[in-house]
């Protein structure tokens, strides 16, 4: 019986991702399922907030709706591509958790009454990776290099809201979008932290048994995909739009998303940032 492609020299068969590491990240997909319904929606009321704001967020939101309908795609397209056994259980795991990403950016982009536009060069990125020809490049576009993103953001958000404090001119409308993020980025950053960890457990096995040609092949991927994510992140108008520091956020990004692709035995590295002219 055959599963996903015939690579030579690639060990595919049944478990060959098996491990105690894959087992208890299946364990922890288990513990930490969470729903839509825990967070409490129904005192969020933007509709006041100036209608440039709104759009902005909506625009923010979409990329990232986007991105997370992507890895929803990306999931159950390895689901076919890697081995039967554990590889597939903990796939299933995270199916479940980006289709309630995908759900729960939905609702979030709804809230700010805009509709959401999601940008020619992040459909671009999305398009290649989910395209990926090889389980290697599908797991290092996704799980490493977008999920690492998506990892970063999610945490930026929660600082980006602890900042504002408890202003007391606030009014309860938006104290409870507060909350919202405050109660939902650490979930959405613990499920795709177990991503990560997939993704970078599945790389380190496969990478070492590719031959110079295919691993030549993953480098340059990396180089320009990372590029093109990057080219997002420094983007003013999507990340400092919505209030983030876009040269710290980036500055931090390139050394998680380096270090990963160190960590899986790859030698390309992301550029540090341009400076500005
Ligand atoms: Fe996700
Ligand atoms: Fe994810």
Redesign the pocket.
Known sequence: MTDGRALPGVDLTPDALAGPSLERLCELAARDQWRLEDLDWSSVDVSALPEPFRQTAADAFAQLQWG?QT?LFA?MRLMELLPEGAARTFLAT?RT??AR?VAFFERVVRLFGCEGRVRPSVLRLMQEVREAETPEALLLG??VL??GV?HSMFLEAVKLVEAMGDIEEFDSSIRALKTLVAESMPRLAR??S???AFGLHSLRRLIPQLDGAARLRLEEKVALWGEWLLEQVRDPDLVVGIGMDGDALCGRLIEDLNLRIGQVGLATRLAPLRAEG
Do not use: K
């Open positions: 997370e890895a999931a995270q958790d980006e990403h996704m799980q977008i999920e998506a499920d795709e177990r991503h990560i």
